[in-house]
């Protein structure tokens, strides 16, 4: 039997613009992620017009979020975007060979014994400590401070930044802070997903009154939330990272965004299991009436979340076929997933039938909460096994 061509619907799509998409993808391929590059640009370039006259960054570590620097970040140069924020060394060096001449900033500094790694790389550390000010001040010449660099002061997140103490001390260093070029000053908010949050205006006013402590550095402070709150929370450039890739980081305010990831898995095997029949490892489901199961190819190791089962009286995740939800039932496998589609019929699933594991009816949001956890998660755990699908538009 031959396999049925792979016709997917363009999930990136708005509902009504979704037309059917063949995306080549091979009839032997378990899984596939769908990234639609064009919609990258153009969340992109939204949320650059939002928050302008200040800049937009993009946030492209762990991958690009899972979804490919080696395509994503091309696509942001392409569409006007010039600084990049890493969170290592490792990704900096890639990041500066898919956007040569960008500004690639490293989130977590400099470590110890990484200077002349760094400068010659030509990435600019975010440096959090005195130790690592001193380090990048010794690459000062004579009559030249050492190449720019950022710094991370803390307002309240209390995870990587300079406190208010140690920012004093390096100002008060004058020696040390003439041989430094200081070009960006940055903080993260903690509660930013939350408009009401009171710690949102109390970091605001931290970060105003340090960042006026380097009036010549330029100033950072939100990311894909903050920048939902408003103007004050701009300054000189915001760095959203979920945003970019479709995700709605706070369900308050709507982000000007589109979803640009879908994935889908294939379906196996469909059989329907008498009453009392368990299912999977450790037969943690039992079937209290005939049920119809699907065996999809999809498990932990593609970034199925072993917690997206339904069981002990709660509801895990979903997948999703034409529209209709079917949950996961039993545990959670390496390679496979077993789906309730019992109430899905016309046409029944069938074997080789694609199924959404995230998709237009499955946002990220839905499959992090099926699974107790974030899309952010679900997004950076993508695995590496299915296979990979950009789609691009003229641009
Ligand atoms: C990851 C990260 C961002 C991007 O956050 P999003 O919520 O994905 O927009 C911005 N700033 C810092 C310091 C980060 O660690």
């Not at 006007?80 to 900033?105: H, S």
């Not at 550095?217 to 890739?245: C, E, T």
Request: charged share 20%.
């Amino acid at each position: 039997m031959t396999a049925r061509p792979a016709q997917i619907v363009d999930g990136s799509q708005p509902r009504e613009k979704r037309g059917t998409l063949d995306a080549s993808i091979p009839a032997a391929a378990t899984g596939v992620v769908i990234v639609d590059l064009a919609q990258v640009r153009d969340n992109w370039r939204a949320l650059a017009k939002r928050v302008a006259p200040a800049g937009c960054a993009a946030v492209v570590k762990a991958d690009a979020y899972g979804l490919g620097a080696a395509r994503v970040i091309p696509a942001l140069y392409q569409a006007g975007c010039r600084n990049f924020f890493v969170a290592t060394f490792g990704e900096a060096k890639a990041a500066l060979g898919y956007a040569p001449g960008a500004t690639v900033y490293v989130l977590d500094g400099l470590l110890p014994g990484s200077v002349a790694e760094m400068a010659e790389l030509g990435a600019r550390p975010v440096m959090t400590s005195l130790d690592e000010a001193r380090a990048w001040a010794a690459l000062a010449k004579a009559d030249a401070p050492a190449p720019a660099a950022a710094l991370h002061v803390d307002t309240g997140l209390n995870r990587l930044g300079m406190s208010e103490a140690r920012l004093d001390a390096l100002i008060a260093d004058e020696a040390l802070l003439e041989r430094l070029d200081i070009a960006l000053v940055m903080s993260h908010l903690a509660c930013a997903d939350d408009a009401q949050h009171p710690m949102n205006r109390e970091q605001l006013e931290t970060f105003q009154r340090l960042r006026a402590k380097l009036p010549k550095a330029r100033a950072s402070l939100a990311a894909s939330d903050g920048l939902m709150l408003g103007k004050p929370y701009h300054f000189d450039l915001v760095r959203p990272g979920y945003a970019v890739y479709g995700g709605q980081a706070t369900a308050q305010r709507i982000c000007p965004v589109l979803p640009v990831v879908r994935v889908a898995a294939r379906i196996l095997q469909v059989e329907d299991v008498p009453v009392g029949a368990r299912i999977g490892y450790s037969a943690t489901y039992r079937a209290t009436t005939q049920r119809r199961i699907a065996t999809i190819a999809a498990g932990y190791a593609d970034g199925v979340f072993r917690h997206a089962s339904a069981g002990d009286g709660e509801t895990g995740g979903f997948v999703a076929i034409r529209g209709a939800l079917a949950p996961i039932v039993g545990r959670v496998s390496m390679d496979l997933i077993t789906v309730d589609v019992t109430d899905i019929g016309d046409p029944a699933p069938q074997r080789g039938d694609m199924v959404d594991l995230v998709g237009p009816d499955l946002p990220l949001e839905a499959v992090g909460k099926g699974a107790r956890s974030i899309g952010y998660e679900v997004l950076t755990r993508l695995g590496t096994r299915f296979h990979r699908h950009y789609i691009d538009r003229d641009h």
